[in-house]
């Protein structure tokens, strides 16, 4: 009975060892591990760069300027595509910051698709109040080639960051990338290894 219970405890302190080892793994990989903005592929359209201001018509025709100065305001250019499986899944996140950044920025959608399409996307998501866009040259000035993708412009209609957006947290680096006045979160972070 004696030797069973000495042998209970060994183990039993072995295995709290052992899991002690693997937390403390854990935490160093998290360390290693940099928090994944938006990807920024090899664009047309450079950080800092002032947009091309672009009037473009919504689908119901009414219209809507890209870039330029606007007081106070930001936009966030949001690419998506009725046929494309994560853009819908984030569609949710864009209503969500739609509202919840609505004093600081205004959210459009924008395609290349027919208007019965994207008319069926807004009523789909609950996307009533952002602007949908249908525009090819739109795409092709800030280059995009992958979608979703995103570009938000500053104040004074220069790009503030740009990228594809697979996660609610890539679409949120953006913000962040803006708001530390950054190209990239990873740009931000290559930047602070360096002065480390």
Not at 62 to 69: C, D, F, H, L, Q
Not at 102 to 131: F, N, V
Not at 137 to 164: C, H, I, N, Q, T
């Amino acid at each position: 009975m004696l030797t069973s219970q000495i042998l209970l405890w060994t183990a039993v302190i072995v295995q709290a060892l052992l899991i002690a080892a693997l937390a403390r793994q854990v935490g160093i990989l998290h360390e290693r591990i940099a928090p994944a903005g938006a990807l920024t592929l090899h664009q047309k359209v450079e950080v800092g760069e002032t947009a091309s201001p672009m009037t473009v018509n919504t689908i119901d025709g009414a219209p809507i300027e890209i870039g330029g100065k606007r007081e106070g305001r930001s936009q966030l250019l949001f690419f998506a595509s009725p046929d494309c499986p994560v853009c819908k899944s984030l569609l949710p996140v864009v209503r969500s910051a739609a509202r919840a950044e609505a004093d600081w920025i205004d959210i459009l959608i924008a395609g290349d698709g027919t208007k019965g399409q994207y008319r069926q996307l807004a009523r789909d998501h609950g996307l009533d109040g952002i602007p949908l866009v249908l525009s090819e040259a739109l795409g092709r000035a800030f280059g995009v080639s992958k979608l979703p993708y995103a570009v938000l412009l500053d104040e004074a209609g220069k790009v503030a960051s740009l990228g594809l957006v697979n996660s609610r947290e890539h679409l949120e680096s953006l913000f962040e990338a803006k708001e530390r006045g950054v190209a990239s979160i990873q740009d931000y972070l290559a930047r602070r290894n360096r002065e480390a």
